[in-house]
């Protein structure tokens, strides 16, 4: 029995739509960028300079020349990554007005390990080449994004928090914008007396930032068949941020346990644990939602992994400050889309995939891609040209083909599909590949999709730590650290079938980070206000559609 | 007709506020956002007008310069314009100190109604608008969960412990609204992007005519000494029923006097 | 001098504010209560019992109403011809209103939400709970007179006193202190006490097994004299009413006693009730959150434990 058996109430239609707002109530904008992370900020800055040198391009593009849209309660809410950044992409895209040091890093990397676990030991082994970081900065990226939208609003964007894009507005093949979420519904739909409707919001070209699970991502993917050659796969990543007594002076990465090495119960990922200044830390576990036994949860295979002699040292006399969850698309190559423009629209960052797995890197190739993007967006704008003429936007294409993100990702295109046979068979793998820099195993291996992954039970949750409020917690208070005030009558953003075989029910009640499915008598009872947003659901059966503007987390050290 | 709503930034770290050990004080260092009382504020204060069918809606605050982020929400719900009193000498200030900023900016705009919200939910608000009623010399009612304004006057609902007072007051006077007033309305898109263009003034105090050393800690009648962790619970006690749990309950109700 | 404002309703003085008075007895100071409004000269005695060494009175019309700013002018001027260093107030809508005002009439500083108080050296230290309860603040004056407001309920009364002298005011009232009149008065609400004024709260949550037995928790409640109030995941599944959710994203409450049934005690309830004075929990899974932050735990099954402890109160109380 997979997931993917018990398909998700959803079609891409009903997130289709063409404008309805009478002329004077649609919001008209110059471009329109959907989500303010890396990738969108970067964007409207890169947009921002472009206008700044042309005063006629500021002119076509109105009132209004970027807004940006963001579903959180500002840039950074809905934020969570390790991080250790390659400072490549923000290079560029400052072209020396800022400067590295100017930028909320907690410093560069200084050092570096990678050890095998085991419940009580560590093994040190050698930092795999793909892994390197020298050169590289620690970063919180929630407060790196906060500091790139303060950028992107000196820069001229206009950036509307708490505000979800829901549909995508088509008419005659081409994108016009988008139409905005509701606001103040009940948990049946039913419009509050504050109700607030959504609205059109009409642009040149419309961008899609939206990050991992990409709501109108998915929906232009499916309406415009740009579906890359395989399909995309997700991993889910699980963090927490301490406050520590002593700090850590190293990038370290662990892979074995907790997870399982047999190829059957395809257990793919590791921990890191990184330094954040003199007295944080972060550390999480990523786990390829590929995994098939029912009882996983990374959850608490990250409050497992801190039992362990080497990570509770580090931990010693400390408090959990933060906690986030979120997925990461782990397709890579062969998984991005096979275009990523349509007429009037462009996809951007880790929305379309745009990862190196092994080298756990996505935001450089974020910003990189945001700012090919504006200029692309631009290029399509010139007088005498339409952005949605057959090709106008093909030139972000070629910019991106011919960019580090394309050679990059085709180098390690089949790492993680290697991992699909077991830790050991795929670090060989693995090991050629890096050798080879891409040329061995020639051709490109095709993933599977994460929900047709056949489902096992194994009674692993025996082993997961019981909570102590100190060093190990429960679900309930890591959603309670993400700052999720969520009201409570809102409606549900879920889509998911409620009436499924227990094993399914169970995998979903031990998958989700934020304790919002809970398997009860062949039901799954759904607690929405819980989520968290991170999109793991949308990989394993069911899908995950924005809630209300201002809903989910408020991550601010994740 | 005139509406001024005094409205206060609080940190909005949505889990982690924390008191800054050196200062003692809460640490606004993080993000701020419009404390959420005064949002229903501010809607009464809309609601008002649109029964009026015209009117002005002044915002006033009391704080950092960065505070004027979290005042463009309040624009964005429909508010006209904004003050805000900024001034690096006004940190630190207490009932009195603030009361007095604020007074001063209130007493430049001669609103006709003067609203706040519940309270701070940031451990600071809870009072300040008896004492800015006293500043400005007019009458207040507090706790209003159901606001009538007529001709030159308004007549407010005020909830209490023994039920509820109906209480009449003559123009200017200050209002504060408890939370059972209203749900506050979302911002619309178009309120969201028109709030950076609507008037915002920042004012400091010498702009006001207040002196100084009559606000922030050295205006403070009050003065914060030590931050300490809460009294333990005291001796938790756990049984398990042996069918006796009851009586054992009451025997410890009884004890704590509680019964 | 200590005064103290002395609050009351319908011909009785208030708990709140005879607890105040009490605590003040301790402080090593003469003590004065100030009992503004009609029908104060005869209470001016039992002022008297609570520890009050010499009582002020004043019946003038414009007190007759419950509203704040006359009773700024009759304190202010209390303050200006008396030799008063400290005045007290145990927190209500009217009293807060009261101590606001005269902070600001008089230039003076206002300490509020204490929930205790010392004198050392001469010098008065108040303590307040902060951050949701979870962090206690020591707080003090930098000047005299010192205006403290206490969080209900901080103190019980004793009587410790006996005779009290008595002395009437004749207050002069501001124009403005003047112009709120009182049109109806004190309505009583249709329901029971809220749960946010409410001395005791008992509190249901999934462990009650169905919608059903809150009939269990309002049995008791109302043995108690108290309030019903519920968890996020029983109102989420219809059991009880929104008004009634106490947590995270409800109401926070804290009351004398908070009884928890059936609750686990995550950390999102845990928010909304842990300044409650005493906390009684009954649950039948030992490993339950909520054993960590009661006072007593009971585990067991509360369809059987409730239903007797009802009975046992109301005997109680009847007898």
Not at chain 1, 52 to 72: I, N, T, Y
Not at chain 1, 422 to 431: D, I, S, T, V
Not at chain 1, 521 to 530: D, I, K, L
Not at chain 3, 145 to 156: C, K, M, N, S, V
Request: aromatic share 6%.
């Amino acid at each position: 029995m997979r997931p993917a058996d018990y398909p998700a109430p959803f079609s891409a239609r009903e997130f289709m739509a063409e404008p309805t707002d009478p002329p004077d109530e649609r919001i008209e904008v110059g471009i329109l960028i959907v989500g303010a992370g890396p990738a969108g900020l970067a964007c409207a800055i890169r947009l921002g300079q472009l206008v700044q040198e042309s005063p006629e391009l500021a002119e076509r593009l109105g009132d209004v020349p970027v807004a940006v849209l963001e579903k959180g309660k500002q840039p950074g809410s809905h934020i969570v990554s390790g991080a250790v950044v390659n400072p490549r992409g923000l290079r560029r895209l400052f072209r020396g007005q800022k400067q590295i040091a100017d930028m909320p890093f907690y410093g560069e990397v200084e050092a570096e390990s990678v050890y095998f676990l085991r419940a009580k030991t560590a093994l040190r082994i050698p930092t795999p080449p793909t892994m390197k970081n020298h050169g590289n900065y620690v970063a919180s990226l929630s407060q790196l994004v906060r500091w790139l939208g303060e950028q992107a609003e000196e820069a001229g964007a206009t950036i509307l928090p708490e505000t979800s894009a829901e549909r995508l507005l088509v008419q005659d093949g081409r994108v016009l914008g988008v139409r905005t979420g509701d606001k103040g519904r009940g948990r049946n739909g039913q419009p509050l007396p504050n109700f607030e409707p959504g609205s059109d919001i009409l642009a040149r070209v419309t961008i899609l930032c939206e990050g991992t699970q990409g709501h109108l991502t998915g929906i232009a993917l499916d309406t415009f068949g740009l579906e890359g050659e395989s399909p995309q796969v997700w991993a889910l990543g699980v963090k927490e941020v301490w406050k520590v007594e002593r700090p850590l002076r190293r990038v370290v990465h662990t892979m074995g346990w907790p997870l399982r090495a047999g190829a059957k119960y395809r257990e793919f990922g590791g921990s890191f644990i990184y330094p954040m200044g003199e007295d944080m830390l972060t550390l999480g576990m990523v786990v390829g939602l590929d995994y098939r036994d029912a009882e996983l949860s990374v959850h608490d295979l990250l409050q497992e992994l801190k039992t362990n002699p080497l990570v509770r040292r580090m931990l010693e006399g400390g408090e959990r400050v933060g906690w986030g969850a979120k997925t990461i698309p782990e397709g890579g190559f062969v998984a991005l889309p096979r275009r990523l423009h349509a007429p009037g629209l462009l996809l951007c960052g880790d929305g379309a995939g745009m990862v190196n797995v092994p080298a756990l890197k996505g935001i450089h190739y974020a910003i990189e891609s945001g700012r090919l993007a504006a200029e692309a967006a631009v290029d399509a704008l010139r007088p005498g040209r339409t952005p949605w003429a057959p090709g106008a936007l093909g030139t972000y294409d070629e910019a991106v083909r011919q960019s580090f993100i394309w050679s990059d990702l085709k180098a390690v295109r089949n790492m993680r599909q290697a991992f699909g046979r077991g830790f050991y068979l795929g670090g060989m793998l693995a090991g050629a590949m890096t050798a080879s820099r891409g040329a061995f195993p020639p051709g490109n291996m095709r993933t599977e999709r994460d929900a047709e992954q056949p489902i096992l039970r194994s009674g692993r949750s025996r082993r997961y730590p019981a909570p102590d409020g100190k060093l190990i917690f429960d679900k309930l208070s890591s959603v309670y650290l993400s700052g999720n005030r969520t009201r409570d009558d809102a409606p549900n953003h879920l889509r998911v079938q409620t009436r499924v075989p227990e094993e399914l029910a169970v995998l979903w009640d031990r998958m989700c980070p934020a304790q919002v499915y809970e398997a009860s008598n062949g039901n799954v009872e759904v607690t929405p206000s819980n989520c968290v947003q991170c999109g793991a659901i949308t990989a394993k059966g069911g899908r995950l559609t924005p809630p209300e503007g201002g809903a989910g987390p408020e991550y601010t050290l994740t | 007709m005139k509406i001024a709503v005094c409205v206060k930034e609080v940190p909005d770290a949505a889990v982690h506020k924390r008191i800054d050990p050196e200062t003692k004080r809460l640490d606004r260092s993080g993000e701020g956002a419009l404390n959420h009382f005064d949002t229903q504020a501010v809607e009464e204060a809309l609601r008002l007008k649109e029964a009026q069918g015209e009117g002005e809606v002044v915002l006033v605050s009391f704080g950092p310069a960065s505070a004027l982020d979290s005042l463009r929400k309040a624009l964005a719900m429909g508010a006209d314009r904004a003050v805000l009193v900024s001034d690096e000498s006004g940190a630190g200030s207490d009932l009195v100190a603030t009361s007095r900023a604020l007074g001063a900016a209130l007493q430049r705009e001669e609103a006709d109604i003067v609203l706040f919200g519940q309270q701070g939910s940031d451990s600071d608000g809870a009072v300040l608008w008896a004492a800015v009623a006293e500043r400005l010399r007019v009458p207040v009612i507090s706790q209003v969960a159901e606001l009538e304004v007529g001709e030159g006057k308004l007549k407010g609902k005020r909830q209490t412990e023994f039920g509820y007072d109906v209480i009449e007051a003559p123009l200017p006077a200050v209002v504060a609204v408890s939370d059972a007033i209203n749900e506050p309305r979302y911002p619309s898109l178009k309120g969201i992007m028109g709030a950076k263009k609507k008037p915002q003034e920042t004012m400091s105090l010498a702009d006001l005519g207040v002196d100084e050393g009559s606000v922030g800690e050295a205006g403070s009648r009050t003065t914060v000494l030590a931050l300490a962790d809460p009294p333990p619970r005291g001796d938790s006690q756990k049984i398990e029923d042996d069918g006796s749990a009851a009586e054992q309950i009451v025997e410890f109700l009884a004890g704590k006097k509680l019964l | 001098m200590i005064a103290v404002f002395v609050e009351h309703h319908e011909g009785q003085l208030q708990r709140g504010s005879l607890g105040v008075l009490s605590k003040a007895v301790t402080l090593g100071e003469e003590v004065a209560a100030v009992l503004l409004g009609p029908g104060t000269k005869e209470l001016a005695r039992e002022a008297g019992r609570f520890g009050a060494q010499k009582v002020f009175v004043a019946e003038a019309p414009e007190l007759e109403a419950p509203l704040p700013q006359p009773r700024v002018d009759a304190l202010a001027q209390l303050v200006g011809e008396q030799d008063i260093d400290t005045v007290l107030f145990g927190a209500s809508v009217l009293a807060s209103d009261v101590a606001a005002g005269l902070a600001a009439r008089l230039d003076a500083g206002l300490n509020w939400d204490l929930v205790e108080i010392e004198a050392s050296d001469g010098q008065l230290v108040g303590k307040r709970p902060a951050l949701e309860d979870s962090v206690y603040v020591d707080v003090g004056w930098t000047s005299e007179p010192r205006l403290a407001l206490f969080r209900p309920g901080t103190f019980d009364p004793a009587e410790s006193g006996g005779e009290a002298q008595v002395e009437e005011l004749t207050p002069t009232f501001e124009e403005f202190s003047t112009a709120a009149t009182m049109v109806e008065q004190a309505h009583e609400e249709s329901s029971g006490p809220s749960i946010e004024d409410a001395d005791v709260i008992v509190a249901g949550g999934r462990g009650l097994g169905g919608p059903e037995n809150f009939s269990l928790v309002e049995g008791l409640a109302k043995a108690l004299g108290g309030a019903v109030a519920a968890t996020r995941a029983v109102v989420d599944a219809g059991w009880y009413p929104y008004a009634s959710q106490v947590g995270q994203t409800g109401k926070t409450v804290s009351p004398k006693l908070y009884i928890a049934c059936g609750i686990s005690g995550a950390i999102q309830h845990k928010v909304g009730m842990q300044g409650s004075g005493n906390v009684v929990a009954i649950n039948k899974d030992p490993n339950a959150p909520i054993f960590e932050f009661c006072d007593l735990g009971v585990v067991g099954d509360l369809h059987e434990i409730v239903p007797k402890l009802t009975e046992l109160v109301q005997q109680r109380r009847a007898g």
